[in-house]
């Protein structure tokens, strides 16, 4: 029997278990093998004797009167069994366990593997589920499917296909780095999780590979992955003499090109971490150049980012991922738009402020009742354009409009529009009065070159030839005042007040000293 208790204490150092678990697991398997070889409704119970021999008792209880033969015994013969016996009391009797056969040990090995895969289940469990997101090193011992089962030591973990990066293959033996996912207690796969695609994974080896994160003085803030593609980590330092950037990419990339290394050369931006959500966003948005950042709401955290045109492509990234990992970091809804995107966003707000067309109750300053106007509104005519393009019969179709009606809707529709025809008209006759005016000017001229005034009535006058006053000038400076001067003295009109404009082309008789410089001057071009 020692060899027993030596098996049970093998057993259970290398399932990690209670040894008692593994024994009361042997009473169980012992009991079901019973049952199902004496096949009766005894109350059996199995138990270690004094030697260290398992056996089988049936339990009996002393009573007067017996009821049930096969749990009850009577005071006198209970006391052939046990002189000391009393009335409720329990007596054992001892049942034969030579007699169990094959079967009977079968079932008894099947009741002990359930029993201690149960133990050992509960075991893990306790173990691990407060050690999630925690790095561990495992080695590939086999795979399942597209599964692969990992040892951990002194447990197996499972690294399912979901948990693993599309870049990455194993072969068993293979060494390898996971973060514990978690522990299911149930099930076909319970046990252990293990991941290869979770972004604690990224913070662990940043930890184990930067002194200044493992001492916490550089802090990660946040972190996004697609495992095999790129990772965003948002690291901030809590003393301003550090780095916190520089700390984690390492001289000449050193800390960061291991962790690529370990990743299968999967890219990883490293980003300083602040509190304002539009620069935060601006830097997760990187490579990409960000033109501007709007809140647009802030309880839902949602922003808008307009880049360039040509930096559109690079801050959506491929396949959207770029926008989506910076989404996943900052906890922000972010839309991306294009400056030609949102300048025709703006525009077409821009249209739907302004009203399109003149409402339609400016008729009724023509003749177009109120009812009319409410029946057409009520039927989708708002504007005074819309009703001017629709064919009478289509206004007929109007529920509550005749034809009649129709000739009233017409005419006022035709009084509106005739406004803007007559206005062109009077705008047109002082241009002209003016014009005609411009046409007498130009032909007032004398055969001497002297400019002539032409009257009204086409007729010339010499006398306002002489003063180089013109009629039409007259007209337009008619407040004019001209005061009488001396006698001889000849008047600029020029520096008359209200005259300034008229011309002071004024004719008079040259003097002796001119006309012979005059002369001179005709002689010397003679010469020449």
Known sequence: MASIFQSVEILSKEKGI??????????????????KHFRSQENLVADFDDKGNIQIYSVSTVVEAVADATKEITLEAARKIDPEAQIGSEIRETKPTEVLGRISAQTAKQVILQKVREAERDSVYSEFQGRQGELVNCIVKRAEGQDYIVDMGKTEARLPKKEQSRVESFSVGDRLRCVIKGVERGGKNAGVVVSRAAAELVTRLFEQEVPE???????????????????????????????????CVGMKGMRVQSIIR????????????????????????????????????????????????LQLSLAIGKRGQNVRLAAKLTGWKIDIKSEEEKRREVETQMQDLVISGAPLSVLMDHGLSEAIAELLVGAGVGTVERLGSMTPEELVAIPGIDEATVGHIQTAVMSFYGQFEQQPDEEAAPVEVEAAKVEAGAAMVSEGGAPAAVSENGDSSSEEVATGLLEHDMARHEAAVVEDGPAGEVLDLGNVEGLSAAPSTLDHQPGPDEIAEKHESGTMKGAE
């Open 262 to 309: 370990e990743l299968r050369g999967e890219k990883i931006d490293i980003i300083e971490y602040s509190d304002d959500p539009v620069l935060y966003a601006t830097k997760a948005l990187s490579p990409a150049k960000i033109a501007r950042v709007t809140i647009v709401d802030q309880p839902e955290r949602q922003m808008e980012v307009v880049v360039d045109d």
């Open 213 to 247: 994160i493992y001492d916490n003085t550089v802090q990660i803030k946040a972190c996004a992955r697609e495992a095999g593609e790129r990772t965003k980590i948002a690291v901030a330092s809590r003393d301003r003499d550090v780095d916190s950037v520089g700390a």
């Open 18 to 35: 209670d040894p008692q678990i593994v024994f009361d697991a042997v009473k169980d398997a012992m009991l079901a093998a019973a049952r």
